[in-house]
């Protein structure tokens, strides 16, 4: 066997040119279509095009030009077998060896702002695919390209011997049906939000690589890391890396932690974050008084730890974040010199995240969990509150500073793994409890880091209390305010523990389990 014949038909040109004039040096007989053929014949190279074979002119502004018996014979027949080979001499038909062929771009169609419905339909291939479909198929006798990163390789081969290993086709059979698999999958998800149907009877993703990764949480396990083929900005899909090692599967997870609780607030904010959850949050008047505040909140557990800001990271916020050991620093961006004291810290991890717009509304997305044989699917929790939302349930009304502390709290204690229990004060995190069986085991976590600072700290808890002990530990270390769901049957119990207590309490009526 020995690669005669290709067939070209491309929307992304790279490499292109190059690959089809080493083809036509080596004997290849190229036919092409539309404007690929266009470009070939403008630089010289040989070429055919796809009616010189099919007999019939492209047709319906090029919508049918490759859906034809003389192309998908060509590409199907089994080459030895006998009664394929007569089939084909019988009709004058001949065999096409290559194909290569990327898709319309529905992707960055898609993408455009305002991109209207007809336009997105219009970039929808079907020749394309069907092509390829058919050669992968075929592929102990057809090599089939979809990858301009492939090419050289196949060069390679076809000049040492003519052809392809079965070995690579099989590999680039493999690709194409990846690169259809999620071609459809994009064209169904658009499908899905344009009919406004989120959770289809079948839900089909796709993502792409970004990088292997050295393990997954331990040593003994593999992992990767992929992102959307259209990724929102303001994620660590999205982040560039300045400096430091590669990302770790733990340090991807931490840092999109980070970045969740960041997104909660408008003013200058910092969030240090250990195993996904929060050592430390704070907000200021500018970003150097925004860590200082996370760094006190707990200057223990931000040691080895993660740390987010939404203001680019300046001399005097550096020299801080140069003191102690972190994996990562990210941040919308740096000052040179900030870039450069930090640069200084061999193996520390700085991404620059652009910017995360203030006051902008927070868009839900659908957040995949696997389980053995399936998978879970649910909105994300973007849900916020204001003044407006809560309802006093005690006695006292918290004073106007408390209220901005719980309101302050309640963000943070929103993306607390469950049971959950932060106590703020001063606008930063003095105590989390985080992911305890009960609640009131939260509390006392929570109560002990802050030790001296829970007197006259506020207390948040991401559900209900199902009796009053919670409470009364809030009083016995001197918290003064309360906010929670409410919505237990001993509700009753909490406000009247509150009021012999004088403490102020207000309910949301929403809660936030994080498991």
């Known amino acids: ?25 080596l004997g290849v007989e190229i036919i092409s279509t539309g404007g690929t053929k266009t470009l070939l014949e403008k630089e010289n190279v040989p070429v055919i095009g796809i009616s010189d074979v099919t007999g019939f002119p492209e047709v319906l502004d090029g919508r049918v030009k490759t859906l034809h018996p003389a192309v998908h014979s060509g590409l199907l027949a089994i080459r030895d077998n006998e009664e394929h080979i007569e089939t084909m001499k019988k009709l004058g038909l001949d065999y096409i060896d290559i194909v290569i062929v990327n898709l319309y771009p529905f992707q960055q169609t898609i993408e455009k702002p305002n991109v209207s419905y007809e336009d997105a339909i219009e970039n929808i291939d079907i020749g394309g695919p069907t092509m390829l479909r058919s050669a992968a198929k075929n592929h102990a006798f057809v090599t089939v390209v979809v990858d301009a990163g492939d090419y050289a390789k196949i060069l390679e081969e076809v000049k040492a011997e003519g052809d392809t290993t079965l070995e690579t086709r099989k590999r680039l059979a493999a690709k194409v049906f990846r690169h259809t698999a999620a071609y459809d999958s994009l064209i169904s998800d658009y499908f899905a939000k344009v009919l406004d149907e989120p959770l ?151 991404m620059r995240i652009g910017e995360l717009a203030a006051g902008k509304k927070r868009e839900s997305e659908w957040l995949v969990t696997s ?22 349930v005690t006695d006292r009304a918290p004073s106007a500073e408390e209220l901005k502390q719980l309101l302050f709290g309640w963000k943070v204690v929103k993306h607390v793994k469950s049971n959950a229990i932060v106590l ?68 009753a119990e909490s406000i009247a523990v509150a009021n012999a207590h004088g403490i102020a309490m207000v309910m949301t009526g929403v809660r ?4």
């Open 1 to 25: 066997m020995a690669i005669r014949r290709a067939l070209v038909s491309v929307s992304d040109k790279t490499g292109i040119v190059e690959f089809c004039r080493e083809l036509a040096n």
């Open 371 to 392: 389980v053995e044989g399936g998978m879970l699917v649910q909105e994300s929790d973007v849900h916020s509150l204001t003044e407006a939302d809560l309802t006093v």
């Open 424 to 491: 703020a004060n001063d606008s930063m995190t003095v105590g989390v409890g985080a992911g305890q069986m009960n609640r009131v085991g939260a509390a006392k976590i929570a109560i002990e880091q802050a030790a001296g600072k829970a007197k006259g700290s506020v207390l948040a808890s991401d559900a209900f209390f199902p009796m009053g002990d919670t409470l009364e530990l809030a009083a016995k270390a001197g918290i003064t305010a309360v906010i929670q769901p409410g919505g237990s049957i001993k509700d």
């Open 200 to 350: 289809p009877e079948r839900l089909s993703v796709t993502y792409e690589k970004v990088q292997e990764l050295r393990y997954g949480e331990n040593p003994h396990q593999k992992a990767a890391f992929y992102k959307k083929p259209i990724s929102s900005g303001g994620s660590i899909t999205s982040a560039e890396q300045l400096h430091g090692k590669e990302l770790s599967y733990n340090n991807i997870n931490d840092a999109n932690a980070a970045l969740a609780i960041l997104k909660e607030f408008d003013e200058p904010a910092v969030v240090a974050v250990k195993h996904m959850n929060p050592c430390g949050v704070g907000i200021g008047s500018d970003i150097d008084e925004a860590y200082r505040k996370a760094y006190e909140a707990d200057p223990t557990s931000i040691f080895g730890g993660i740390v987010a800001a939404n203001r680019t990271i300046d001399v005097a916020t550096a020299t801080k974040l140069s003191e102690i050991f972190l994996e990562i620093v990210i941040a919308p961006d740096f000052t040179p010199e900030a870039l450069e004291i930090l640069q200084k810290k061999k193996n520390i991890r700085l």
């Open 512 to 515: 936030h389990f994080k498991h």
